[in-house]
């Protein structure tokens, strides 16, 4: 079974930073596009950011999140900053091969991680 661990969740105020962590197998982490999603409570998941040969972002996040990836420690990361109490919500790594349409699009991601909370108070 694959797993994609995440980690760097927790309670911040608003206007802080947070850098969440998504570890994946070598082998996904060298050959799949990696993406974060969120979902908060009452609402469907979400896209947030997707890293292949380009980065792409939801509009919402643009220029506050910045996606990034180690291959030394295959390892993906969210750094978020300017946080928003509208930014809670748990936040889901996922994994998919480079091809295969929208990068927004959920149902085209193979492999998940078990998610990491992350909570922004006013």
């Known amino acids: 079974q694959v797993q994609l661990v995440e980690s760097g969740g927790g309670l911040v105020q608003a206007g802080a930073s947070l850098r969440l962590a998504c570890v994946a197998p070598?082998?996904?982490?060298?050959?799949?596009?990696m993406a974060w999603f969120r979902q908060a409570p009452g609402k469907e998941r979400e896209f947030v950011a997707c890293i292949a040969t380009s980065t792409y972002y939801a509009d919402s996040v643009k220029g506050r999140f910045a996606i990034s990836r180690d291959p030394a420690k295959n390892t993906v990361y969210l750094q978020m900053s300017s946080l928003k109490p509208e930014d809670t919500a748990v936040y889901y790594c996922a994994a998919r091969q480079s091809y295969g349409g929208s990068w927004s699009r959920d149902s085209t991601y193979a492999y998940w991680g078990q998610g990491t909370q992350v909570t922004v108070s006013s």
């Open positions: 070598g082998w996904i982490a060298s050959t799949h596009a």
